[in-house]
């Protein structure tokens, strides 16, 4: 592979892109808002949310020191991520921690990216990340997922116009941005009726010994703030 050609694939990876129009980035988030609200789309659309989630777990798993055994992920969007090391202290805390706010901030981190004129870098970046979860993945219906889930980056990436492709990624950060919103209020709805007894905040709960609703108050707290904060940047404002 030559200089040139080499130089023009980082070019086209580090640069940056024009900014679409107000109207795609309003449609993409009403394309989005749609996959979130009505219960059938979101029975579909919650897989996304749930390899965030687990991908979330792991990553703050492997950061803190501790060793992943794997994820699973499946087909009622419900997920597992086992990790091995001290079953008490800040690494536990922050693992265990990181699931119901990852959607949200990476859909953040994605708002920045995107806000800078970095669409084919959120799409790279992206397409990279399923691939290291894909490593970790421990089940037939986690891998087709997360499969399917990369394939579609690389497909929109390799294969479709700059318009297309500024069009999926807005998109896709909308979908996290107001996705990673509906987990916590959904879990806080099964704690009220007596079931989710042993959820990440109980969890917590028992490795800080603060309420486990003052937990779910934070994965709120952190999710509607990562929505305004992205939601402004996308609309630039």
């Known amino acids: 592979m030559d200089t040139d050609h080499l130089t023009d694939i980082w070019s086209r990876v580090f640069g940056t892109q024009p900014a679409p129009s107000l109207w795609l980035v309003i449609v993409t988030a009403v394309l989005a808002l749609g996959a979130v609200v009505p ?3 979101w029975r579909l659309a919650r897989n996304a949310v749930t390899i965030a989630h687990e991908g979330g777990h792991g990553l703050i798993a492997l ?8 994820i699973r992920l499946h087909s009622d969007t419900s997920g597992l991520t086992v990790s091995r090391g001290k079953p008490t202290g800040l690494g536990m805390v922050l693992t265990a921690a990181a699931g ?13 990216l995107l806000a800078a004129g970095h669409i084919t870098a959120l799409l790279w970046g992206a397409t990279a990340l399923l691939l290291a979860l894909l490593v970790m993945i421990r089940n037939a219906y986690g891998v087709l997922t997360v499969v399917l889930t990369g394939a579609a980056f690389v497909l929109v990436s390799w294969l479709t116009t700059a318009e297309v492709q500024a069009a999926f990624a807005y998109a896709v950060v ?17 704690r009220r009726r007596g079931g989710a007894v042993d959820s990440d905040p109980d969890q917590l709960a028992r490795l800080t010994h603060v309420p486990a609703a003052l937990w779910l108050g934070l994965f709120h707290v952190v999710t509607l703030c990562s929505l305004i904060g992205g939601g402004r940047w996308l609309l630039g404002l």
């Open 39 to 41: 219960h059938t789309a």
């Open 63 to 70: 950061l803190t020191g501790r060793r992943l055994d794997g």
């Open 100 to 112: 119901y706010i990852a959607p949200s901030l990476l859909g953040l981190a994605g708002a920045a």
């Open 174 to 190: 909308w979908f996290l941005l107001l996705g990673g919103v509906r987990p916590p209020f959904e879990l806080m709805g099964k």
